[in-house]
């Protein structure tokens, strides 16, 4: 990319200034396409090393865009980290609340108040067409936000609820699942199985560490799932041998990151209660990243879990070299289809409910519609012509 350097004695404040902004646009565009690259090359999670702020205001450089780390988005965030919420809680809060104050021309959410969280959260119902449950997030992180931070009551908003969709889980057949395991390799085709015999979350899965796993009991330790709650699941006696062996890799991964005084990343609580807890086997990942990478609290340099990003595409590839046609697969379709092949083996719905981690078992009651149980014994009509 050429760039071309104006001297502000040629030409008007405005001009130059308006130049600079432009400047600023390329500039943003080429190191986010770079950043986005090596991501995708190292299969890693974003760190702070993978970010620039750039000033934007062709007129007011002492405004940053709601890219840069502003006061108000950095109060909002201490607050966050105070009442301990979980990273994810706090990325995703400060995603809405930033969409949030976008929509509204940049305005201070301390400017506004029920009627613009209102408008904004019909505006996802009419015009985006989100599902529910997002729309009750921005909902949540809005709250949070008046609630908490600025201490102002929305009350009753009254604003128009995203429809809540009726739609069946995509399950594969047995033989099917068969298919897409004997396209894998490695630790991906260890993954995806521990995804269809677990029940598992791809993220509580990559999240595993070695002290989850109990070979006696055959049974995995799922911690901080969903809703922050742990769970217990059952462990498949045939995946001991590749477990055992992607054990021996992360603690050899480990020493060699000891010996540098590193480590897998810890939650930040017992890190600092225990600065020397990274040096226990029993912390380290089962599927640690194949590099180092800042704490997103501490910014200490240590080793994350995997990154989502590569069985997903582990996992498109192997589905596209086999016989498969008219499903749609992700990784959680192995989750579906754990739940559903235990109901048809005859399991019940309350104990595949507290393998699955769900808090209501209505949601669990949705496999009852794939495996037709509702209709078991009904013959069509058109048999009897």
């Not at 104006?6 to 030409?11: D, F, M, R, V």
């Not at 934007?56 to 301990?84: W, Y």
């Not at 201490?151 to 009753?156: A, D, N, P, V």
């Not at 894998?184 to 015999?197: E, M, P, T």
């Amino acid at each position: 990319m050429r760039i071309c350097i104006l001297n502000p004695a040629h030409y008007p404040a405005s001009v130059f200034n308006l130049s600079l902004c432009f400047l600023n646009v390329l500039l943003h565009i080429e190191v986010t396409k770079h950043a986005y690259q090596k991501r995708q090359t190292e299969h890693n999670c974003w760190t702070e090393q993978n970010k620039l702020y750039i000033h934007t205001d062709a007129h007011n450089f002492t405004r940053r865009c709601l890219m840069s780390k502003s006061p108000f988005l950095e109060q909002v965030r201490k607050e966050i980290r105070l009442r301990g919420y979980s990273i994810r809680t706090e990325k995703t809060y400060l995603l809405w609340i930033k969409r949030y104050i976008l929509f509204h021309h940049k305005k201070h959410p301390a400017d506004m108040g029920p009627v613009q969280v209102k408008e904004f959260l019909s505006w996802m119902a009419n015009q985006q067409h989100v599902a529910i449950n997002t729309q009750k997030t921005a909902l949540n992180a809005l709250a949070f936000l008046y609630h908490k931070i600025l201490k102002i009551e929305l009350g009753e908003l009254g604003f128009k609820q995203a429809k809540r969709p009726r739609r069946l889980p995509v399950v594969l057949t047995p033989a099917e699942v068969n298919a897409v395991l004997s396209q894998l390799k490695g630790r991906h085709r260890l993954i995806i199985s521990l995804l269809y015999g677990s029940g598992l979350r791809i993220t509580e899965c990559l999240r595993l560490r070695l002290q989850d796993i109990c070979f006696e009991r055959c049974a995995l330790l799922v911690r901080d799932g969903k809703g922050n709650k742990d769970r217990q699941t059952i462990l498949s006696r045939s995946l001991f041998p590749a477990i055992e062996a992607q054990m021996s890799k992360a603690i050899k991964l480990q020493q060699e990151d000891n010996s540098q005084g590193l480590g897998p990343s810890l939650p930040f609580a017992l890190g600092r209660k225990y600065p020397n807890a990274f040096r226990q086997p029993g912390w380290m990942y089962l599927f640690p990243s194949n590099t180092l990478s800042p704490h997103p609290l501490s910014g200490q340099l240590c080793r994350h879990h995997l990154h989502n990003s590569a069985p997903r595409k582990a996992l498109k590839q192997a589905f596209t070299k086999t016989e498969i046609r008219f499903k749609r697969v992700s990784c959680h379709t192995f989750r579906h289809s754990f739940a559903t092949h235990l109901l048809e083996a005859g399991r019940d719905i309350r104990t595949v409910q507290e393998l699955l981690g769900h808090s209501d078992v209505k949601t669990t009651q949705i496999y009852t519609h794939v495996i037709g149980e509702h209709y078991a014994g009904t013959s069509s009509p058109l048999d009897l012509l």
